[in-house]
């Protein structure tokens, strides 16, 4: 009990010294565990260097002592996030996006609507591949400029960007979706038939959300789709030329279809899964420097210019790795799971499935995907069992939530996120729960609706 209360100490203490921009991201997430930490030393009579075991269980990796399993911890996509915001910078710089946001521009003729809908309809096709990173990725070197050149507001970027992410995260190559499956020993594909009715509606309300934010700034950039005189042909060239004079000495338009293929090349193979995508990108990067600009002198410059934008994103990923790493290593997640699966009461029997769907939302968010699917799901799992409810229905109830994981601080792309759209963790929060939290109850009708959950 000590723990747990401990635990959500930490938590809250975190919340708030990021709600009241005491700390950054980056000293938020490494100092607050570090403190708690040490105190959690104390309370278990471990070795003040334990601390050190697991932050470096957080951030590289971990070895079960009793399987042999290596649990990987944040370095892997802290090198995936330095090198790819590595290489997509370069080729923002050679001017690689720029057809595809003058396309899109001229298709949109200065409507916020148009503009959002393209958004929520190309990160869904981008996030089939189950990649949380590699989508957030894509979808910034594709759309941020776009949203900065009409002054539309960066923040509803993420929003629109998450929300399909979220949910498409369930497919069956989906990392919630094998874990649940593997942690409560159901079939994957059973799991997914019952998952996929609630992920169509949800992606229905996804565009349907992404028209309300396009109408909304529609209001608030005074743009009226029923006046073309406002959108005059000198307006549209100097919109164009934002980004064609934008840095010309850095644009390469002449390898423009060398650049497009190579970076087709690379996102194939991340997909794929045919290298680490870290290894992709760091030898992508050296390759687009060395063919964009030859001289050493000009890629030193670029490097040097480029490293900012790199370093931060990097920087608050390894810092997660601290949190999650404090969190798991010292049982204070363990002791959360216990507490949260203890709070459901045994008197409601049959009829608690729904409150264990709703109560796992805030669970999925603040703990770790494996914590939760390996720690409570399975707990949780043998208490319905004894109400005659399968553990098919149990995983289901267990998915719920996912639609909340997206803004989960663990998760270290969302940092990339904010750092690129200039928004405060705790604010893309907000507004992310602001619109989208109807994902949730869409989910739950829909699995009650169709049996998939008892009540």
């Known amino acids: ?48 260097t334990d601390i050190f075991m697991w932050i470096k269980n957080g951030v590289f990796y971990s070895v079960n002592a009793e399987s042999g399993k290596v649990s990987m911890g944040v370095i892997s996509p802290a090198i995936l996030i330095l090198f790819a915001v590595l290489y997509f910078d370069i080729m923002l710089g050679v001017g690689l996006f720029d057809p595809l946001c003058e396309f899109f521009i001229k298709r949109a003729k200065g409507d916020p609507l148009k503009v959002a809908l393209a ?17 957030i990725l894509i979808a910034l070197a594709a759309f941020l400029g776009l949203y900065k050149q009409m002054n539309m507001k960066p923040i509803y970027l993420a929003v629109i960007v998450v929300t399909p992410i979220g949910i498409f995260n369930q497919l069956p190559w989906g990392g919630p979706t094998i874990a649940a499956a ?47 005189k406002e959108i005059s042909d000198e307006m549209m060239q100097s919109m164009l030329d934002a980004i064609r004079q934008n840095e010309p000495e850095l644009k390469r338009p002449k390898l423009f279809w060398f650049n497009l293929l190579f970076t087709l090349s690379l996102v194939a193979m991340l997909i794929l899964d045919v290298a680490h995508g870290g290894v992709l990108f760091m030898l992508g990067s050296a390759i687009a420097l060395l063919v964009n600009y030859k001289t050493v002198k000009l890629s030193n410059e670029r490097l040097n210019d480029l490293a900012a934008d790199a370093l931060a994103p990097a920087l608050a990923t390894l810092a997660a790795g601290v949190f999650s790493g404090v969190l798991m290593g010292s049982g204070m997640a363990a002791s959360l799971a216990g507490s949260i699966a203890s709070l459901i009461p045994q008197s409601i029997g049959a009829h608690m499935l729904p409150v264990y769907a709703a109560a796992a939302a ?57 750092d690129a759209v200039k928004e405060e963790f705790i604010d893309f929060q907000k507004e992310y729960i602001k619109h989208a939290w109807p994902i949730l109850p869409i989910y739950l009708v829909t699995a009650i609706v169709l049996g998939f959950i008892p009540i």
């Not at 594909?189 to 309300?212: D, E, H, I």
């Open 362 to 418: 805030p669970a999925i968010c603040y703990l770790p995907q494996d914590a939760f699917y390996f720690g409570i799901a399975p707990v949780v799992c043998g208490v319905m069992a004894q109400f005659g409810i399968t553990a098919e229905q149990t995983a289901v109830a267990s998915m719920i939530g996912q639609s909340f994981r997206l803004i989960s601080p663990v998760i270290p792309a969302l940092y990339l996120l904010c």
């Open 119 to 135: 958004t929520v309809l190309v990160t869904m096709i981008v996030s089939i591949n189950g990649d949380t990173t590699t989508t």
């Open 182 to 228: 593997t942690a409560l020993d159901v079939d994957i594909s059973a799991l997914f038939t019952r998952l996929l009715p609630g992920m169509v509606l949800a992606a229905c309300y996804a565009v349907f959300m992404a028209y309300f934010i396009g109408k909304k700034e529609r209001k608030r950039l005074q743009f009226d789709p029923k006046a073309p």
């Open 1 to 48: 009990m000590a723990l747990t209360i401990l635990t959500l100490c930490m938590i809250l203490v975190f919340i708030l010294s990021l709600a009241t921009k005491k700390l950054s991201v980056f000293t938020a997430l490494t100092l607050v565990p570090l403190a708690f930490g040490l105190i959690a030393v104390f309370m278990t009579g471990g070795q003040l």
